[in-house]
């Protein structure tokens, strides 16, 4: 059911809208919110947070994905339990041998994330995952991020909602999960799908 997305933008900009286009072919309506200087993920967000209201964001959750990864991730299912939960982050997480080099995440048997990045509860009776990518934000965690300067999300902003209280929630994906953020990754992806194919929603759309 979405229909608006924003595309950050900051090296070869000119590329990527022209790749891209207006979303037309791929039934959607692509906005670009580009970045003169390297904002780091959350002050992107933050940048891009006044085009966001405009779109009407402040009324309902906000989908962020990382755009070096291909997954199937569920995100009408992903989105239902962010609401259940009433949720002010919804984190999808995996398995991964490498997880512990990518940083953990516990989760109790609700969900809710109680041990982040090393901090918060003793791990023993969690379930420890990596983060997949991709989250779900309530449009208020909007409000309490810094204007205009470059800051991560892991590394400042969440840690200090979580030690705030915040509701971070968890959801465990197990399925397909491919990167492209370094040259043996990409040539890793290209080669699963050429032995496996393209990613469901990709064949969907050629279907």
Known sequence: GIRDVVVNLHHLSELVMAGLGDGARYG????????TVLLDTGG?????????????AADSPIVVLNSDVISEIPLA???????ANRADVTLVLRDDP????YGLFGIDDTGRVRRFLGAGEPPAGLRELMFASLQVLDPAVL?????????????????????????????AYD??????????????????????????YMRDRQA
């Open 28 to 35: 959607v309506r692509i906005h670009y919110s580009r970045e």
């Open 44 to 56: 992107g967000i933050r940048h891009a947070a006044p085009l966001l209201e405009r779109l009407g």
């Open 77 to 83: 299912d992903v989105l239902r339990a962010h609401r």
């Open 98 to 101: 490498r997880a512990a080099s």
């Open 143 to 171: 409000a309490t991020m810094p204007d205009d300067r470059p800051f991560g999300t892991m590394r400042e902003l969440y840690p200090r909602l979580f030690r705030e209280g915040a509701r971070f929630f968890g959801f």
């Open 175 to 200: 399925g397909l999960w491919l990167t492209a953020d370094t040259p043996g990754d990409l040539a890793a992806t290209e080669a699963h799908i050429r032995t496996h194919g393209p990613p469901r």
